[in-house]
């Protein structure tokens, strides 16, 4: 069963604009993982939050982690057209040694 | 570095068939691990590795075998190929699993026919 289920499924915006896509997740974690994915290419880690945080900054990302609902947010501002992948967010699983990922937001980002 | 390698890129095999995916790093990480990815299904955990020597199973380990006899490969063999193993493969790696990043090879798209 998968951990992390990310919302939406898709999300079209045009280049400019702030896309935002959510992740909730069931049971407790103390860490929770954002990774993008071009089409046909491995995946590429973002960020890292941690439980104790509530709110973390990259770049142009911007994480919320509420342990309280069980759910993460991740904010891309000012979107281009590269930004257009897959996002997922991961959270640990098990003996903490394994990450659970969640079936993805398709961004895509228009020109 | 490298990074994570993984070959072969494409591959096409029939049902019955049996083949190894390969696996390396070059940044002297203890974890490895073996995913596959289905459409509308995110990534599963196939089998992981804790460092040479060490195995065990993830979320969905059945038809696949792993072994770990040194610290940078990890190769994930399909014992009888059939078509539900028809899949992207991602081999990935990290110092530890959790708090730390993972890396992640390129992919291996697997069609069994």
């Known amino acids: 069963s998968q951990q992390g289920e990310e919302d939406p499924q898709a999300l079209s915006i045009q280049e400019g604009e702030n896309a935002t896509m959510n992740c909730s997740y069931k049971t407790s974690i103390n860490n929770l993982q954002w990774y993008r994915q071009n089409s046909g290419r491995g995946l590429v880690h973002l960020i890292l939050i941690r439980s104790n945080e509530r709110e973390k900054h990259s770049g142009r990302l911007r994480v919320t982690l509420d342990t309280s609902k069980k759910s993460s947010s991740l904010l891309i501002t000012a979107s281009r057209a590269a930004d257009t992948a897959s996002y997922f967010c991961a959270t640990p699983r098990g003996s903490a040694r394994q990450l659970t990922f969640g079936s993805g937001t398709q961004l895509t980002v228009l020109p | 570095n490298a990074g994570v390698t993984q070959t072969p890129k494409f591959q096409v095999l029939k049902t019955g068939q049996s083949m190894t995916l390969q696996c390396a790093q070059d940044?002297?990480?203890?974890?490895m691990s073996w995913y596959r990815q289905d459409p509308g299904m995110g990534l599963r955990l196939i089998h992981y590795?804790?460092?040479?020597?060490?195995?065990d199973q993830g979320e969905v380990p059945n038809g696949y075998n792993v072994s770990r006899s040194t610290t940078e490969d990890f190769p994930l063999r399909l014992l009888s190929a059939a078509p539900s193993q028809t899949s992207v493969y991602f081999c990935a790696s990290s110092l530890e699993s959790s708090g730390n990043t993972i890396y992640f090879g390129e992919g291996s798209w697997l069609t069994v026919v």
């Open positions: 940044m002297n990480h203890e974890y």
């Open positions: 590795s804790v460092g040479a020597g060490i195995t």
